[in-house]
């Protein structure tokens, strides 16, 4: 069974500062990709970056980079210059194996990130 | 390019009342998931539909139901509402063969009374 646990229910940054938010997973399969969708108080969940099981770097999108730590099982989310608009939940996924037929996501249970000016 | 669009944004009904939720996909996109998502918690997994059938199902009883059309737009239905339906009901597109991130929609929040 796919399994995502977000230890951290929520968390506080100085703007401009760099932030870490944990997850780790758990799978048996062997081909999987890990998400990290951003939800503002508007409910829609918005795309951040996406790292799969094989690929050797770190993702990087803008000022989101994805520490993947594969046997750990880890994939932790780090944004860089944090800005006030990115207070918001976050919430890390993974999808199993085949990624491109359609499987589901499982979500943890999401780190809510304050921005403090 | 519209991304993925959702009707109505909030909804109300009372306990036994049906629902029917509505789900527009982003352009290019063949497949669409529903996820619910209750206060406090992540999204779980409904169903997922492609060529217009289920293609997959989460752990949800069978009052859960949906629909795809020709044009990839989706419905979800649910029958007999409990209050624990009471949820943000969130819709999800990709393609199918490609990319594989999926792109949400705001979120139908129903209220059940």
């Known amino acids: 069974a796919q399994k995502i646990t977000q230890t951290q229910p929520g968390m506080f940054v100085q703007e401009k500062e760099a932030v870490t938010l944990d997850c780790t997973y758990d799978?048996?399969?062997?081909?999987?990709?890990l998400f990290w969708y951003k939800q503002p108080s508007s409910g829609e969940m918005i795309f951040l970056i996406y790292?799969?099981?094989?690929?050797?770097q770190n993702a990087t999108e803008g000022r989101y980079s994805l520490n993947f730590q594969k046997a750990r099982k880890s994939a932790n989310l780090v944004i860089s210059a944090s800005q006030l608009g990115d207070s918001a939940m976050y919430f890390c996924?993974?999808?199993?194996?085949?990624?491109?037929?359609?499987?589901?996501?499982?979500f943890g249970t999401g780190t809510s990130l304050t921005v403090i000016p | 390019d519209a991304g993925v669009t959702q009707s109505p944004t909030h909804l109300i009904k009372t306990r036994g009342q049906q629902v029917t939720l509505r789900c527009s996909p982003k352009?290019?996109?063949?497949?669409v998931s529903w996820y619910q998502q209750a206060l406090g918690q992540g999204p779980q997994f409904i169903f997922q539909?492609?060529?217009?059938?289920?293609?997959q199902r989460g752990n949800f009883p069978d009052r859960f139901s949906g629909h795809q059309f020709p044009n990839y737009s989706s419905e979800l239905n649910v029958n007999a509402l409990l209050l624990g339906d009471s949820a943000l009901y969130l819709c999800?597109?990709?393609?199918?063969?490609?990319?594989?991130?999926?792109?949400f929609g705001q979120g139908t929040r129903l209220t059940v009374v």
């Open positions: 999800a597109s990709r393609q199918t063969w490609g990319r594989t991130e999926a792109f």
């Open positions: 799978t048996s399969d062997q081909s999987y990709g």
């Open positions: 790292q799969g099981s094989y690929d050797e």
């Open positions: 996924a993974m999808r199993g194996a085949p990624l491109n037929t359609g499987n589901q996501f499982y």
């Open positions: 352009s290019g996109h063949d497949t």
């Open positions: 539909y492609y060529e217009e059938e289920e293609r």
